[in-house]
């Protein structure tokens, strides 16, 4: 004979709520870390592809100027041949080389087509048509220096940026497990009516469990473990940084050098001893074997130089990113 209704509500003690918040707070910015990296890696990407571009446009201009070269000496040596100066031997020399480096010329643009592709393939368009780029491997070269790069690495790399948001992730979570052991209010009211009796009655109750023997222990000792993790994760990430800093600041540093020496006291030379040797040959003054050698030795020369280019800029480009790589892969591998 009685019918009624009740409500109930449960009252969080311990701002229990509010770290939760915290804790999901901490996982959305460690998430926007992982996109910041995640795009880190695509920028860097497309500009190292874009230098290996460069670099390869770069040797086939250079293979395409051999190919000149290879091609005048041809002519040289066929007059000189007909003015009975040289020999047949110094005719058949000529073709070998001029072949040789058309070989090198095709060579070089396949090279710098492999290169484009992977260029189109990273900034998001597989079927990109080939276009030159602007040369800019000689401008502005970067002078970095160790001090600087790795206080800037350390204070700005998203890596170690989601890393410490994970330590205050983790903070965050050992304050809700110690919270876990404040039990929350149970409270409750109830109106019911008597048919019987004609009689209505209010009830209102109120109850805390008490826990006595479960006091949340195995989630508190996760959490501290768990911070104790993040907080070592740090400490590895900073070396681990500095160390992969220490090894591409290595080859930037060598080919800065280089790269200096080669503008200051190699290219010039190479350059100014093969139109020497290639005037003297014309005049009969040097031999075609001589002549053979300074090209051998100019096609070196500005092959290294630029390699070691391409190189600097890479290891740049590496520095200046903070070290990410990989844009194609998925992120957090």
């Not at 795009?39 to 446009?57: K, T």
């Not at 209010?185 to 009796?197: F, H």
């Not at 996760?222 to 600041?249: F, G, T």
């Amino acid at each position: 004979g009685q019918h009624g209704m009740f409500v109930r509500q449960e009252i969080v003690t311990a701002n229990k709520l509010g770290l939760n918040r915290a804790v999901t707070s901490h996982e959305v910015r460690q998430a926007e870390w992982d996109w910041q990296m995640q795009r880190q890696r695509v920028l860097n990407d497309v500009r190292s592809r874009a230098y290996e571009v460069l670099a390869a446009q770069r040797t086939m201009e250079i293979a395409d100027e051999l190919v000149r070269i290879g091609q005048a000496a041809v002519e040289v040596a066929e007059r000189l041949n007909k003015a009975r100066e040289v020999s047949q031997v110094d005719v058949l020399q000529a073709r070998v080389q001029a072949n040789s480096a058309k070989l090198q010329l095709a060579a070089a643009r396949k090279t710098h087509a492999a290169a484009w592709r992977r260029l189109a393939i990273v900034v998001g368009m597989p079927g990109m048509s080939s276009a030159p780029l602007a040369d800019n491997l000689n401008e502005n070269l970067p002078n970095l220096s160790w001090n600087d790069t790795a206080a800037t690495l350390l204070n700005e790399s998203p890596q170690l940026a989601y890393a410490q948001t994970g330590v205050e992730r983790a903070r965050c979570a050992v304050a809700r497990a110690c919270a876990g052991r404040s039990p929350n209010i149970q409270t409750g009211t109830a109106i019911r009516y008597n048919d019987d009796s004609n009689d209505t009655t209010l009830s209102l109750q109120v109850g805390v469990p008490l826990m006595i023997f479960d006091r949340n222990q195995g989630n508190v000792m996760k959490a501290n473990a768990e911070l104790l993790a993040a907080q070592r994760e740090v400490e590895r990430i900073k070396l681990a940084l500095q160390d992969r800093l220490a090894a591409i600041y290595r080859e930037y540093d060598i080919a800065r050098e280089q790269v200096e020496q080669y503008q200051r006291d190699i290219l010039p030379y190479a350059e100014q001893s093969l139109e020497m040797t290639r005037t003297g040959y014309e005049q009969g003054e040097f031999s075609y074997l001589e002549l053979l050698t300074t090209q051998q030795t100019f096609s070196r020369t500005n092959l290294a130089y630029i390699e070691r280019l391409r190189e600097l800029w890479l290891a740049t480009v590496q520095i200046d990113g903070m070290l990410l790589t990989g844009g194609l892969e998925a992120p957090g591998q």
